[in-house]
């Protein structure tokens, strides 16, 4: 059984995220990540290919199956490639950073004598009273994403873990670590 194409499809998938996690702009990480969609489906489909036909595939296969069928990144994972391939859509979104102001202490209040912004987007901030400046740098989410009429949310949970991120970064190695243990058990199984 030739699992190669799998492991190359696994080792460009990585690479994907690595150039997700380089991206100097929204355009770079956005094809990196319809890139990185490509190559994870594909791990699945070449172990699929080399393996299909052996008598332990069945029985091999069904677990995995029945988790692309039922676990919120898994299916999204999927959808999202379909969706990116067949469709027109986006599947994640640039979401611009910005910055709040608030009192040093919850229930405070905030006293701004002056505030002036320049052309270049810099601040300058002259306050009455003491306060607080938080950074929200910009971000990245996955978004809903539609295939064949049905509309597929990104992944709330994982292998029965709550996933508190629309990250497709994170998204994307909870991808490969599930379909790397997929393709190691391939190997085990089909020696």
Not at 16 to 39: H, I, Q
Not at 170 to 191: D, Q
Request: aromatic share 8%.
């Amino acid at each position: 059984m030739d699992l190669n194409p799998a492991k190359k499809e696994l080792i460009r998938a990585k690479r994907c995220v690595s150039r997700m996690k380089l991206a100097n702009t929204y355009d770079e990480y956005d094809e990196a990540w319809s890139d990185f969609l490509s190559r994870i489906e594909n791990v699945f489909n070449r172990i699929k290919v080399a393996v299909e036909y052996h008598h332990k595939y069945p029985s091999f296969s069904s677990k995995t199956n029945h988790l692309r069928s039922t676990d919120s990144l898994l299916i999204y994972l999927k959808q999202a490639r379909n969706s990116a391939h067949h469709g027109i859509a986006d599947t994640s979104k640039f979401i611009s950073g910005g910055f709040s102001i608030n009192p040093p202490t919850p229930g405070g209040a905030v006293h701004i004598k002056s505030m002036t912004i320049d052309e270049n987007g810099n601040a300058t901030i002259i306050p009455y009273s003491p306060i607080k400046l938080e950074l929200h740098p910009s971000t990245v989410e996955a978004i809903p994403c539609r295939n064949r009429g049905v509309t597929y949310n990104p992944p709330t949970a994982h292998l029965g873990e709550v996933l508190e991120s629309k990250s497709p970064i994170l998204i994307a190695e909870l991808g490969i670590e599930f379909y790397k243990a997929y393709l190691l058990e391939a190997e085990e199984t089909f020696r």
